[in-house]
């Protein structure tokens, strides 16, 4: 087992109903003002707006809202609630929403607490010294946003896609009530489990070099999510199910599937996926369902990772035979197959991405390098794995 | 799944030669006077005591030591340790050691953040309000002390163990270093482990009522400890045996456990075993290899609990055949013989308690009360069990 830090504060507030218990937390905390933020119409057609802004009153709270934070969420509604967030002097963010509403609480609460504009933390010409504290209410699960330190926010003039990652930024509660999401359209619901499935397996197929009670705790992960979604068609609102999504995907990305590695685990999927993402504005589950079965393929081509890969198709898809017993191989295309199985594309023309599109992709990619460890990524390899997933 | 709340933000540095790493977490919450507490001679033997005495020193953070904490921590030392940290205005406790020294620095917190003798919180004549924090560097793992929220500490006066839990307990930041425990005796280690297997196991035995995920998590660590346990002997320096034993021991009684469960856990066990703890000085993790296997049994015997046993037969102790298919007793039997295998005892007349000590340890037990889900407990349940493991 390698040398690691763990490190996972935030209080998970977890099941039916468990809402107002988000207010003892900021009562606690002797905070009176905070800024709410949240995504479309959802939340206040649902009515949960409206009780948790009812909690926040009886509680004596002042709040502001602003709402309208969407997928792949902007650099501009991050200024938007930095300035609600100052002017209210909020002393704290409230996020009800899935992880770009999160994400965005958590930029909005850098910048809140700064002079300076926000995505001069993203391109790093400041480091960050604060963070207003964040308490949030989850209603998609996927991203892991409730519990660890990182923000993904696309700064639409650029066409950038930039990650914030703090210690300042983890949420201090998260309520996560697995009933607040039976309301989204099961193919989000997909999108999400997809993308929190591919934050165990980036850890995952770093390599086997880790002790084994890690690898089970991941493989017991990663096969719950794939159950919970091939099963969700006829569970949409079978709380068991959704409880066990909401509960795996808590963990996926709060860095408990990277403990005791050598590193974080590989993310080239993810780097890549964020340029599909800022440019193509296609959701972030379906980049990662597109480029994680394609980034195998080109991995599983040039030889590598072959005992990972086979122990993901036997302890993970369940494969118990494979043509020419090539387990590696098999268990690259039982993903491609699991994620096709949920309606959603496997390859990028599918969502109407062009050969001619790899260059600008390759090269909006590539300046998030270095990445990738299981093959360290340059720009050819970049445009190699697109060309596999186009 | 269960409603819960799971809080555990414990910085957990974990690895060879981590300790220099508990400095930089000081200095960043300004702590500049600590008191130092260990238990016996072996940490000065080792060099630990001194090489952190040095790390202190370069860092300008002044503290002085308290040792000689004992096994079944005594009140006495707890009340030593107040004084002393009183008199230096310590800002932080910082234990060496094992779960004993970790229990005492929290009685210490809380004992020197306040002007009322620390018992009268044992016996809650008292309420915690505030406790100083601690930071400790772990040198045996078993009790999940280096993240929980509890202390248990002897009256050696009046023969009682009590428990003080309080979310300001819970240490900080825990150094773990796997190798710094390969000097500990063997049997010692054992008796460690049947005490993080056992935390895991009082929640699994609760019942099966729970999602999956949560089961094979479970099952997973109780399977891991007991893996690593039967090949300690020739592992005793083996590095990723003994870092399985202390990561799985960190969560076994973190509450990761329970997460997702109706309760926090049977702990009938505990309850007695501390009883006999407090009474014969017998380690806590003696206690727990003797209770647990016949308090199975006992349950066994009144028709309870045979699902849960079913399964902990077959998915951890990996029974595949039981006389007349009866798993449930084949798994109660294989607990008791994997506890002797490792040189343990699992009967009281092992450790000289004889059939005439029962109603004095009954008496004892049953101040505790309530306690016991799969068999709420009374004073004639607990004589039961008492015989049981005679």
New interface residues.
Partial sequence: ????????????????D?AP?LIPELHNAKISRVLVLTGGKSVYASGLHGAVADLLNQAGIRHETVSGVLPNPRLSKVREGVAAAKAIQAQAILPIGGGSVFDSAKAVAVGAASEYDIWDFMTRKHTIAAALPVYGILTLSGTSSEVNNTAVISNEATQEKFALAHELLIPRAAVVD?ALQYSVPLNQVCYSGVDALSHVLEAYFESLDT????L??CE??AK?IIRCLRGLPGAREN??VR??LA??SIYAHSGWAS??RARRGDFTSHRIGHALGGIFDVPHGVTLGILMPNWMRYVYDRGLCRDTFTRFATHIMGIKEAPDNDFALAGAQAFKDFVRSLGMPVSMREVGVKETDIPALAENASRSLPFGCVIPMDPEHIAGVLRQAL
């Fill in positions: 087992m390698h040398t690691f830090t763990y490190h996972s504060p935030t209080k998970i507030i977890f099941g039916q468990t218990n697995p002790s084994e009670v890690i089970e705790h017991a992960y719950t709380y068991d409880s066990e509960f795996c403990v005791g």
